[in-house]
């Protein structure tokens, strides 16, 4: 996937730590890692880990015994632990994956920095914001490798859309779009009612960020990537619209991300209708790219072929008269653009509807590259600034909803990677 | 009831127009290619489109034709 070390540098430069080249050095030697957390993405893990031939499982731990039983009826031969501390305490293990509920990542993170394991943790960062500072300084001064599960980072039409987008694709990014719509009450069955918040974490607020936290999180990182910049303000709305079931986090929120030189993100999520899908957009004054369907469109489009531009024209000159406003007037409703693939050949398109993940989303290779640095010690450029700005983003966006006002940056969680 | 006779001539005139609106969808094409600035390979690939914008300007023509036809005979009845 990687080709040149300026495309890396200017496109992607956590790849620069997985080139195949560096891949073909360690071929023959293996990460050692344990899974802390085997839920249901935890299990999505444990399926890529036994395809990737540098990584051995060794250990997968989890405090809830149904749970670890599955995890280990795939992988029989880890060891099932229920502690995670005694993960970190065996020397023998390089690295550990973390998929557990959004409110313990913080805190396991930290334990793992602090006994020297190189680190692979779901999204979001942390649950708050001060816990997100303190994971951010804890990497900085130690000498592990970290990873946030940002798939998009690693999803080769992720990767070739934000670089053709640098290159000048579609013009100036002049504003980013995007949503994530479901319609799925976001509810897992209960065995028993003491359980209830350990198995539906992500219905309260304590535990979960909710939408942003799972949903935003991913889609701010692919805005910021695409303007290399960082918003500095956020409005929003939130609200319990539909599933009104005790729930806590909002199961429809609308907001507007404002960078300084006046570019919006306009971010939608409604888990009761899912009409719109998934879609990342990238807007420029020469055109649009949807990242999600690793598709691009033109404002001016010359690649369609001449016979069917002049067929379009005449049939638009011959009905779209609208006699009734006069001839200036015209409704602008959504042309029918033709959409031009970033990539050649037959990509896979998560359509949002999987609480796991989709298949080769990047998730596969993300995972190839934390065992790579298990072996190697080399971090991933980028990769903790990017996971901590969008979680910072995805916490300011809640605190904008919930205290119905426009939030800015705070200046005391601004750090050097950050360009606004 | 009288029968319908379709003579040799005029098969040949329906042939001579149905070829007339290829050429004239096939000079479209070509006038597409050079008012987009397109590959000249889509006077071949966008054959399914010129057929197409053939067939249609066949059966305009027909009604075109056919109206005209019927003016006339319309004229030569009030003549009479
Ligand atoms: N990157 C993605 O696209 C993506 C997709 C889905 C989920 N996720 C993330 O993965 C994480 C897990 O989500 P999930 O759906 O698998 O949740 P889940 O509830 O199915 O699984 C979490 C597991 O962690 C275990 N756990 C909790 N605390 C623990 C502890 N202290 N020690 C050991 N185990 C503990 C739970 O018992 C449970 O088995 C979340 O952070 C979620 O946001 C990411």
Same mark, same amino acid.
């Given at each position: 996937?990687?080709?040149?070390? @300026? ?66 009826? !795939? ?37 793992? !920095?602090? @006994?020297?394991? *190189? ?6 960062? @942390? ?13 900085? #001064? *130690? ?9 998009? =980072? ?15 694709? !579609? ?12 319609? @799925? ?13 350990? !198995? ?9 960020? /909710? ?10 990182? +692919?805005? #910021? ?11 929003? =709305?939130?609200?319990? +619209? ?9 199961? &429809?929120? &609308? ?30 004054? #020469? ?56 990539? &050649?050949? /037959? ?14 989303? /990047? ?58 | ?80």
């Amino acid at each position: 996937m990687a080709g040149g070390a @300026a495309f890396l540098a200017s496109t992607a430069p956590w790849l620069s730590s997985c080139t195949p080249e560096k891949l073909a050095e360690v071929k023959k030697e293996k990460a050692r890692v344990a899974l802390i957390g085997s839920g249901s993405r935890g299990q999505y893990h444990i399926h890529n880990l036994m395809n990737i031939p540098h990584a051995e499982l060794v250990a997968i731990c989890d405090n809830y015994q149904v749970n670890l039983d599955a995890a280990l009826t !795939i992988c029989p031969t880890a060891k099932g632990v229920k502690d995670y501390r005694e993960v970190l305490s065996d020397p023998t293990i390089d690295g550990v994956i973390i998929a557990t509920p959004l409110y313990n990542h913080a805190s396991i993170t930290l334990d793992a !920095i602090s @006994a020297g394991k *190189h680190v692979f943790c779901e999204k979001s960062m @942390a649950r708050t914001m001060d816990e997100c500072l303190a994971v951010y300084n804890s990497y900085v #001064n *130690h000498n592990v490798a970290l990873y946030y599960c940002m798939q998009r =980072m690693y999803d080769e039409k992720y990767i070739k859309g934000i670089k053709q987008i640098k290159d000048g694709l !579609i013009g100036d990014v002049v504003g980013m779009r995007c949503h994530w719509f479901r319609n @799925a009450d976001w509810r897992r069955p209960v065995p028993s009612p003491e359980l209830e918040r350990q !198995i539906n974490w992500r219905l309260y607020k304590e535990y979960s960020g /909710g939408l942003m936290t799972e949903l935003a999180t991913h889609q701010l990182e +692919v805005c #910021n990537w695409a303007a290399g910049k960082i918003p500095t303000q956020v409005v929003g =709305m939130g609200d319990i +619209v539909y599933w009104k079931d005790g729930r806590e986090v909002y199961d &429809s929120v &609308s907001l507007t991300y404002r960078y300084a030189d006046g570019r919006k993100i306009n971010y939608e999520s409604l888990i009761s209708n899912k009409y719109n899908g998934m879609e990342d957009q990238i807007l420029g004054h #020469n055109g649009t790219v949807d990242l999600t369907r690793g598709v691009y469109y033109l404002e001016e489009d010359n690649m369609i072929p001449g016979m069917r531009q002049l067929l379009d024209q005449i049939k638009t000159k011959a009905f779209a008269s609208i006699p009734t406003a006069g001839p200036s007037w015209k409704p602008e409703l959504k042309s029918d653009y033709v959409p031009h693939p970033l990539v &050649s050949g /037959g990509i896979s398109v998560n359509a949002g509807q999987s609480m796991i993940s989709a298949d080769h989303d /990047g998730s596969d290779e993300i995972l190839s590259a934390f065992c790579q640095s298990c072996i190697t010690g080399e971090k991933a450029d980028d990769v903790v600034g990017e996971a901590y700005s969008s979680t910072m983003l995805c916490l300011l966006g809640n605190k904008a909803m919930e205290e119905g006002r426009m939030v800015e940056f705070p200046e005391e969680y601004k750090i050097p990677y950050m360009k606004f | 009831m009288k029968d319908i006779v379709i003579t040799g001539k005029m098969i040949k005139a329906e042939i001579l127009i149905a070829l007339g609106c290829l050429v004239f969808a096939e000079c479209l094409n070509l006038f597409a290619i050079i008012k987009y600035s397109r590959p000249v390979v889509e006077l071949v690939s966008m054959i399914g489109y010129v057929v197409i914008t053939a067939v249609l300007a066949y059966l305009i023509l027909a009604v075109i034709r056919l109206v005209v036809k019927f003016v006339l005979w319309i004229v030569n009845r009030i003549k009479k």
